[in-house]
């Protein structure tokens, strides 16, 4: 179902950027970053105003792009309801998972395949270790999209064979 929806979105998305490379760029940082768009055409992180001129230095490209693309998703009601509707995801601690004593474990795994996070959190359970996050790439974004799991301790090496027989299951990191 999500990944019809992500589809779903992603086509409108395409359809009113064809033409304009740069400000689909600009759409997909918004949506990467969980940024949203309000009525005014201001875009934000949670309650933080980002401006133009930082969003554009960021993907690379003028900040009359980001504004004209601001003003595209605000002219299309469906568009409109997505960028207004958009929050962060919170920040990932994989990079900092070392220094807080967690663990990570990222699986790289066919995105159509359902059930690759339930196993794989079963499997974290079975041995008494608590998840405290998990994040899933979007495969619409992201051309090699990972699961990564961040464990309140260190993950036993010897579970990545059982992580590779999870079906859809390509590749395993654990650290």
Same mark, same amino acid.
């Given at each position: 179902?999500?990944?019809?929806?992500?589809?779903?979105?992603?086509?409108?998305?395409?359809?009113?950027?064809?033409?304009?490379?740069?400000?689909?760029?600009?759409?997909?940082?918004?949506?990467?970053?969980?940024?949203?768009?309000?009525?005014?055409?201001?875009?934000?992180?949670?309650?933080? /105003?980002?401006?133009?001129?930082?969003?554009?230095?960021?993907?690379?490209?003028?900040?009359?792009?980001?504004? #004209?693309?601001?003003?595209?998703? %605000?002219?299309?009601?469906?568009?409109?309801?997505?960028?207004?509707?958009?929050?962060? #995801?919170?920040?990932?601690?994989?990079?900092?998972?070392?220094?807080?004593?967690?663990?990570?474990? /990222?699986?790289?795994?066919? #995105?159509?395949?359902?059930?690759? %996070?339930?196993?794989?959190?079963? %499997?974290?359970?079975?041995?008494?270790?608590?998840?405290?996050?998990?994040?899933?790439?979007?495969?619409?974004?992201?051309?090699?999209?990972?699961?990564?799991?961040?464990?309140?301790?260190?993950?036993?090496?010897?579970?990545?064979?059982?992580? %590779?027989?999870?079906?859809?299951?390509?590749?395993?990191?654990?650290?």
């Amino acid at each position: 179902m999500y990944i019809n929806v992500v589809k779903c979105m992603w086509k409108q998305i395409k359809h009113r950027f064809e033409g304009y490379p740069s400000r689909m760029y600009v759409a997909r940082k918004i949506i990467d970053l969980g940024f949203r768009i309000d009525r005014n055409g201001k875009i934000y992180c949670d309650d933080v /105003e980002i401006s133009d001129v930082a969003l554009a230095r960021a993907v690379g490209v003028d900040r009359r792009t980001v504004r #004209a693309t601001a003003n595209t998703i %605000l002219e299309d009601e469906k568009l409109r309801g997505i960028f207004e509707s958009m929050m962060p #995801a919170g920040a990932l601690l994989r990079d900092a998972a070392g220094e807080l004593d967690f663990g990570v474990v /990222e699986i790289e795994a066919d #995105a159509r395949t359902p059930g690759i %996070l339930a196993a794989a959190a079963r %499997l974290i359970a079975d041995k008494g270790i608590s998840i405290r996050q998990a994040h899933a790439g979007d495969p619409e974004l992201d051309e090699t999209p990972r699961l990564t799991i961040i464990t309140e301790t260190p993950i036993p090496g010897g579970l990545l064979k059982d992580f %590779l027989k999870i079906e859809g299951v390509k590749r395993v990191s654990i650290y």
